[in-house]
């Protein structure tokens, strides 16, 4: 079975800054995905940024950024020129790669509070 | 756009009634899951279906039953509604082909 960590509850940022969710993973498939999801205020779920573990480049989204150590089974998410936009719940996600049913396991979350 | 509709954005029902919370998806996707979310404890996996009629456990399936009798709509039973199932319930549906899941709005349920 695979389980997701984030070690942060809470974090706190300063309009502008920048700042960095940690994720860790355990699993002992070699094929998968990785995923940050935002849940705003509105509860809307949200892909933020998606990573293929069998690609060694870190995936970008704009000012969203991954560092995969898939080695180590990390997975942040570095966020840049944060916005007040960007508060809300983050939740790191992992999920098999195959051919049908594969589902999402999640992580706790991280609460994210962007500061004027 | 994708789009994923959860009938009811806020439930309150009582102990021992039966509840339906139901999702309809417009994109055609074969996959579709019930999570609850509770603080501190992120996202868990009630029950998913990945065709009609077909239907998966996830890690917290007691007291739940699910039904998908078409491919558009998936719903969510609670047999017997107890306090402990107060909770934000989240559907989701992701295409065969696709990584990305799309979620509802969520619905807040409490049971008294």
């Known amino acids: 079975a695979q389980t997701v960590t984030q070690s942060q509850p809470e974090m706190s940022v300063q309009e502008a800054e920048t700042v960095t969710l940690s994720c860790t993973y355990d699993t002992s498939e070699s094929n998968y995905y990785l995923f940050w999801y935002k849940q705003p205020p509105s509860r809307q779920m949200i892909l933020v940024i998606r990573?293929?573990?069998?690609?060694?480049q870190n995936a970008t989204e704009n000012r969203f950024s991954v560092n995969f150590q898939k080695a180590a089974k990390s997975f942040s998410l570095k966020i840049s020129d944060s916005q007040l936009g960007d508060t809300a719940m983050y939740f790191c996600a992992f999920m098999k790669r195959g051919n049908y049913g594969q589902n999402f396991v999640f992580g706790p979350g991280t609460r994210l509070s962007v500061l004027p | 756009d994708v789009k994923v509709t959860q009938s009811s954005r806020y439930l309150v029902k009582r102990t021992g009634e039966k509840v339906f919370l139901e999702c309809v998806q417009d994109m055609d996707h074969e996959n579709m899951f019930w999570y609850r979310q509770d603080p501190g404890l992120g996202l868990r996996l009630i029950y998913f279906?990945?065709?009609?009629?077909?239907?998966e456990k996830g890690d917290i399936p007691e007291g739940y039953s699910v039904s998908r009798e078409k491919k558009e709509r998936f719903s969510l039973i609670l047999e017997s509604a107890s306090t402990n199932q107060t909770s934000m319930y989240l559907c989701a549906s992701r295409g065969q082909l696709n990584t990305e899941a799309f979620f509802g709005q969520g619905t807040r349920l409490t049971v008294v």
């Open positions: 279906s990945y065709d009609v009629k077909m239907k």
């Open positions: 990573q293929e573990a069998y690609k060694q």
